[in-house]
């Protein structure tokens, strides 16, 4: 299984891939399916009319767990 961080910055969130699957993490209900393609969007730079988006791409970073660990902790 593989699993991969990510700091969406203009958001502050923490999502993260598993398996293929984005998740976003929810201070009050922890990890959740990412049902509005928030990180897929960054991660494919779709703005709403193409893929590939710089822009859209800037304003995600891959993380370690432990960054994402203490991100959360931080919340």
Same mark, same amino acid.
């Given at each position: 299984?593989?699993? @991969?961080?990510?700091?969406?910055? $203009?958001?502050?969130? &923490?999502?993260?891939?598993? $398996?293929?699957? *984005?998740?976003?993490? $929810? *201070?009050?209900?922890?990890? !959740?399916?990412?049902?509005?393609? &928030?990180? @897929?969007?960054?991660?494919?730079?779709? $703005?709403?009319?193409?893929?590939? @988006?710089?822009?859209?791409?800037?304003?995600?970073?891959? &993380?370690?767990?432990?960054? !994402?660990?203490?991100? &959360?902790? !931080?919340?």
């Amino acid at each position: 299984m593989e699993v @991969s961080y990510y700091h969406i910055t $203009d958001l502050n969130r &923490i999502g993260k891939e598993e $398996d293929y699957v *984005p998740y976003l993490y $929810d *201070p009050q209900n922890g990890w !959740a399916v990412d049902r509005s393609n &928030i990180l @897929s969007d960054r991660l494919f730079g779709y $703005d709403g009319d193409q893929i590939g @988006s710089t822009d859209m791409q800037d304003r995600i970073k891959e &993380i370690t767990q432990t960054e !994402a660990e203490e991100l &959360i902790n !931080a919340l």
